[in-house]
């Protein structure tokens, strides 16, 4: 059964750090390119972050740049986003997705091209 689970969200003061993990199962996580995606209240889900099945490249939206970064342990069959100087903005659930399209895309990766996605992680930014 294909599944995805992402774990590791919480509360945390401003400039905080937190690692989101996104953990699947029931398919070889190798084989796909990943999405980080979010979504606050009242607001459209965006794309924040996404990596190659290789590793080789990485993309971030600007909005992250600097402050997040993705990688993929794909013996574990996971990947991780690791979210730093955390502000009050970041405030949303974080969500994880595959991909099978092939290559380094340009960014942001469109969301009609992922065909699987996570349950979601909240994480929640505040004093």
């Known amino acids: 059964q294909l599944q995805f689970v992402e774990s590791g969200g919480g509360l945390v003061q401003p400039g905080g750090s937190l690692r989101l993990s996104c953990a699947a199962s029931?398919?070889?996580?190798?084989?796909?390119?990943i999405g980080w995606f979010r979504q606050a209240p009242g607001k459209e889900r965006e794309g924040i972050s996404y990596i190659t099945s290789s590793g080789r490249s990485t993309k971030y939206a600007d909005s992250v740049k600097g402050r997040f970064t993705i990688s993929r342990d794909n013996a574990k069959n996971t990947v991780y986003l690791q979210m730093n100087s955390l502000k009050p903005e970041d405030t949303a659930i974080y969500y994880c997705?595959?991909?099978?399209?092939?290559?380094?895309?340009?960014?942001?990766?469109?969301?009609?091209?992922?065909?699987?996605w996570g349950q979601g992680t909240q994480v929640t930014v505040s004093s």
């Open positions: 029931g398919f070889t996580l190798a084989y796909y390119g």
């Open positions: 997705a595959r991909t099978e399209i092939h290559g380094d895309p340009s960014f942001p990766v469109p969301d009609y091209v992922f065909d699987a």
